[in-house]
Structure formats: structure tokens, C-alpha cells
């Protein structure tokens, strides 16, 4: 049983799933290497607390659960019964983190990745007890987005899924098991391919970056929250798919490296949102705007998608 849980990496991603987390009833202890993301994720818990105050996720019936920050991995770690590894998305980094919690953990703690995508076959390689090691990804934002992948590598455990699958049931979020261990696992295969085609025709000049939002979401994107691809094809037909792929496959960007417009931004450390700009510009006062509208939105989209309004 799950219970106290130890988030490693509180940058982008941790705040909001200890958020969740600790409103699902568990005891969260949440590290991060630099203070300044400790300091950082205290206000984030916060807004995300209110978030989900007005989302209406109450807490679990025994009772809130707590985060604690601590700038120490081992307080954090010791007598967890899941560590969940919430580090920058690279293999010698993750590794490291692995190697520093191998002699502080028990052999029954589970360790979950949130990697948005390295194979968890390779992660497991860096720990002592493989078979206790699970793939756990989360969407962004976490405290809003209810659906969390859960895969297992070649070494991992079937109890080590099963277990994972039904803490997320159990406090009210939507497990999807990923059956093959597959780089990106689903969700992000089939978003990256959708990026990948939004940014060649971007960089091609085909679309301005502004009008390319407006139309995957008021086009696709609307829809696909309440249809979802499979059922498009249904709801399409089959006929009109097979007619449309036959010419358009082929003509589809099939790229293999990173676009030179993404190359371009990330060397002159334009990173998005968090570096102020990114494919649009940000003062801080409007990300804080933005953020709480996106919020709002979801918010009000997934009340409706779940039928409570
Ligand atoms: N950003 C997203 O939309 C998103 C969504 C789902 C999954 N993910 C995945 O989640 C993971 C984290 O992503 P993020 O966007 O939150 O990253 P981020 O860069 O925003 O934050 C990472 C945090 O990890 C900390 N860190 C670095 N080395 C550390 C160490 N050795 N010990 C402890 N903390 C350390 C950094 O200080 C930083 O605060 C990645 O694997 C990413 O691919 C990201
Ligand atoms: C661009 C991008 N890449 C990865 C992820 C998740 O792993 C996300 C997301 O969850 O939103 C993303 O936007």
C-alpha cells in the first residue's frame, strides 16, 4: 500500500502532482536540487491547491494528505513508498538521481519515472532492483490533467504496474497501461507527430504560428477531447481516411532531427514560458494572466467532459 510518496525534481512538473498527490489522501515529501525551485514550487503548490479547490476534487475520505519540502534527498526518500523521479528529461541526469537514492531506499520501494518518453528498459539499468522500477507520465499541467501512462520495461514487475495503476485509480485520476515499452510511449508519439507537422509548416512559412493555434485547437483539438482519434475515423469513415492517407502520407514531414526553428530558439536559450520567450514572448505579468485563464479553461472543459455541468 502507497502511502508516503517522495517527488524528486520540482521544476516544471513536481508542485502540481504533489499537489494532486497530497489531495488524493498521501504524505508527499518533495526535493529539489536547487533552492530556488524549492522556493519556487511553494507559491505553484499553492496555486495549484486553489486550482484544484475550484476543479471540486475533494480530498480523500481519510483526510488531506501533506507536502513537505525538504533540501535534503535522503529526508526525502527515507520511508517512501514510491519515489517519483521529476528530473530534467536526460539519461546521465536521471541516472545520477538513481544512483544517490539506490542505498538510501528499500528493496520494496517503487521507483516511477516521469520521463516523457526514454524507454524505461533503459532507465532501469542504472538501479539495484529493477523489477520495482515503473514508468509514470504525467501530463502538464498535472494537478489538471486527470490521464497518467503507466509502463513497465523488460525487467519491471507485473505487481509493480498493477500497484501503480491502482494508486492512480484510487485517488480518482485515469490510468492507461502502455503494453509495449516504446520510445515516447503513446501519448507523446502521437503528439510529437502532430508537432512535428505544426513546425515544418510554421518553418515553411505555410502558416503563421498564431493561425496554426487557432487551427489545431478550435479544429482538431475541440473535437478530440470529446471524440478521440479512433472514433474520428468511425465518425469520418474509413473510406474517406483511406482516400485522404493515399495521397497525403506521403507528402507529411518525416524529418528525422530537431527543426532549425526549435534548434534556433533553444541555443539563444529561448526555452517558452519558463525563459520569458519561446515561438511567442511573455512578461510576467502576462504568463501569471495566461496561466490562470488556461486554468480557468480546463477547469471548465473537464467539469463538462466529466458531465458535472
Ligand atoms: N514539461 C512538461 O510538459 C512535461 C510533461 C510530462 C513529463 N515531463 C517530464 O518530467 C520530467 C521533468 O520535467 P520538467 O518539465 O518538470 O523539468 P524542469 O526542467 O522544469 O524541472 C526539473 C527540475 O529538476 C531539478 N533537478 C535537476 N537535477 C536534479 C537532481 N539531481 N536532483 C533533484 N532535482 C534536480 C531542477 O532543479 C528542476 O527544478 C522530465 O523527464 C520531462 O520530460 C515534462
Ligand atoms: C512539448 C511537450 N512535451 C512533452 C510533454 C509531456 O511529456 C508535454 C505535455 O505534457 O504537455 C509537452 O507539451
Known amino acids: 500500500m502507497i ?15 504533489a499537489a494532486r498527490l497530497a489531495r488524493g489522501g498521501l504524505q508527499v515529501t518533495a526535493y529539489d536540487v536547487a533552492p530556488a525551485a524549492i522556493e519556487r514550487a511553494r507559491t505553484m503548490l499553492g496555486t495549484a491547491e486553489g486550482v484544484l479547490d475550484s476543479l471540486g476534487v475533494a480530498p480523500s475520505s481519510a483526510g488531506a494528505g501533506t507536502v513537505r519540502f525538504t533540501d535534503d534527498i535522503g529526508d526525502a526518500v527515507a520511508d517512501a513508498d514510491l519515489v517519483i523521479e521529476n528530473v530534467p528529461e536526460n539519461i546521465s541526469v536521471k541516472a545520477e538521481v538513481y544512483r544517490m537514492i539506490d542505498g538510501l531506499i528499500s528493496s520494496d520501494t517503487i521507483v516511477a519515472s516521469d520521463t516523457s518518453g526514454i524507454p524505461i528498459t533503459k532507465l532501469q539499468a542504472h538501479i539495484s532492483h529493477p523489477e520495482r522500477m515503473v514508468g509514470m507520465h504525467w501530463s502538464n499541467p498535472p494537478h489538471i490533467i486527470p ?4 509502463i513497465g520495461g523488460e ?15 484510487s485517488i480518482g485520476l485515469l490510468p492507461v497501461v502502455v503494453k509495449k515499452d516504446v520510445p515516447g510511449f503513446v501519448e507523446n508519439r502521437v503528439f510529437y507527430a502532430l508537432l512535428r507537422e505544426a513546425v515544418d509548416l ?5 502558416i503563421e504560428p498564431e493561425d496554426l493555434d487557432t487551427c489545431v485547437s478550435w479544429g482538431i483539438g475541440y473535437k478530440i477531447a470529446v471524440i478521440g482519434p479512433m472514433a474520428l475515423l468511425d465518425m469520418a469513415g474509413l473510406d474517406i481516411y483511406k482516400s485522404v492517407s493515399s495521397f497525403l502520407n506521403a507528402d507529411l514531414s518525416n524529418r528525422d ?18 525563459s520569458g520567450e519561446g515561438m511567442f514572448s511573455y512578461t510576467p505579468e502576462q504568463t501569471k494572466a495566461l496561466q490562470a485563464d488556461r486554468a480557468r479553461k480546463l477547469v471548465a472543459v473537464r467539469r463538462i ?3 458535472r455541468e
Open 3 to 17: 502511502r508516503r510518496i517522495a517527488i524528486i525534481g520540482l521544476g516544471t512538473m513536481g508542485p502540481g502532482m
Open 147 to 150: 490521464m497518467i501512462e503507466v
Open 155 to 169: 525487467k519491471t514487475a507485473p505487481q509493480t504496474v498493477a500497484t501503480i495503476r491502482e494508486l492512480i485509480r
Open 202 to 206: 510554421v518553418e515553411r512559412g505555410v
Open 257 to 274: 532531427d530537431v527543426a532549425p526553428m526549435v534548434l534556433e530558439r533553444t541555443n539563444a536559450s529561448k526555452f517558452g514560458i519558463k
Open 305 to 307: 467532459l466529466e458531465g
